[in-house]
């Protein structure tokens, strides 16, 4: 066949990745952070064999709860069929498997449907969660693909941040004039006449700008602004809005300062907020012309970066979250100007984070919708998010 398959290096692999995954086992922390503790405890393990281990684990998260009846080697190959083209595992474990591996995605889980009693469902146990607004089946066969990494050009710079990947010979995908993907895992970071050049922001993060207008002079509210990425892309496109950013975390405000003063703005107002808390302790009764509110939320539309929430992710935490998002959004609204728009942002695919929430805030609030779409990253290799657009009344 061509190929030179060494058992022993693979079953090493594969006790690797049952070391890890046992130790992971019952965690309820991002899978990466524990990664990285883990390689800190076994500096033994060469580059190669992270970068094995890493794939292995990732691969066998994407399979949620498909195959739950097999063995753990079973799944982690079926895994592997299905997210790679080519397997060592596949081809001593699942052999049978090992001739169609070079089959696009879709074939392979059709294949699977009809040879071995796949259930694309499976992969993602609240489908029925899911917004109908949602392509099921596209946005669930996306799962196996690593979403890329997307970066958004400063407009001053773009001609010379696209000449320099060029003539570094780094493969990239124009989106738009602004707007590049790469493979993920390549490193901008390391290429130091990039730096300030770029911030990397996911391509559906980017579109959310379509939902907001703002004129000269207006008060806006980024009112979860975390590390501060839509509200660069907002002053981007509207540098002369007086803005206010806030988030109950001072770490993270101070990440944003830094992001903030290497893109050379000086000029907004910064705020510790708890929105669960009465506002009108920092705010008073100030209201502003617009709102930004990216709500806390189960990031469902970002797991295909975060495969391990498909496996840990408990229902009743759709319900909390869902409240959640009911009790901030009543403490926003009291803030917003008659006549206002309030942007309603999720990185979920769940309607009850959503359109239920859309619905509180029409018919609690005071508010009417303006427009409200999934901005589906799914058919782009991209985070998947909801927006929505509402004025007060």
Not at 166 to 179: G, L, M, Q, S, V
Not at 361 to 383: C, N, P, V
Request: aromatic letters at 12%; charged letters at 25%; glycine letters at 4%.
């Amino acid at each position: 066949m061509g190929i030179e398959i060494s058992e022993k290096r693979t079953h090493f692999q594969v006790r690797t990745f049952e070391r890890i995954l046992a130790g992971y086992a019952g965690l309820r922390v991002p899978f990466a952070r524990y990664l990285t503790q883990f390689f800190k405890e076994n500096k033994q393990m060469g580059s190669k064999d992270r970068r094995n281990a890493s794939r292995l684990c990732y691969n066998y998260f994407r399979l949620g709860h498909a195959f739950d009846g097999a063995t753990l080697v079973e799944r982690l190959a079926m895994a592997e069929y299905l997210c790679e083209s080519q397997s060592d595992i596949v081809y001593i474990y699942k052999p049978e498997l090992y001739d169609t591996m070079s089959l696009p995605l879709v074939e392979k889980i059709a294949y699977l449907k009809e040879h071995a009693d796949f259930q694309l469902s499976a992969v993602n146990i609240f489908a029925e969660e899911i917004s109908p607004s949602i392509a099921l089946d596209a946005y669930l066969t996306n799962q196996f693909q690593q979403p890329d990494l997307f970066i958004r050009l400063k407009k001053s710079s773009a001609s010379r941040v696209k000449a320099y990947l060029k003539a570094e010979d780094i493969t990239f995908h124009e989106i738009d004039a602004y707007t590049l993907a790469f493979k993920n895992g390549t490193s901008l970071q390391a290429h130091k006449p990039l730096e300030g050049l770029f911030e990397v922001q996911d391509l559906s993060s980017q579109q959310t700008i379509s939902f907001m207008q703002a004129s000269p002079r207006e008060n806006w509210w980024d009112a979860c602004a975390a590390s501060g990425g839509k509200a660069l892309l907002f002053l981007d496109h509207f540098p002369q809005v007086n803005l206010l950013v806030s988030d109950v975390r001072m770490s993270i405000l101070k990440n944003l300062d830094e992001r903030f003063a290497n893109a050379g703005i000086r000029n907004y107002r910064k705020r510790i907020i708890d929105l669960l808390a009465d506002t009108s302790e920092v705010l008073g009764a100030e209201q502003f012309d617009g709102v930004i509110l990216d709500a806390p939320c189960s990031g469902s539309g970002t797991w295909g970066r975060t495969p391990e929430q498909l496996s840990i992710f408990r229902k009743e935490q759709l319900t909390e979250f869902a409240t959640l998002q009911k009790n901030i959004v009543t403490n926003v609204a009291k803030h917003v100007k008659k006549g206002a728009p309030l942007i309603y942002i999720t990185c979920s695919v769940f309607a009850k984070e959503n359109e239920e929430v859309v619905a509180y805030i029409e018919e609690e609030l005071g508010f009417t919708r303006e427009k409200m779409s999934y901005l589906a990253g799914y058919k782009q290799q991209a985070d998947t998010m909801f927006i929505a657009r509402l004025i007060k009344k």
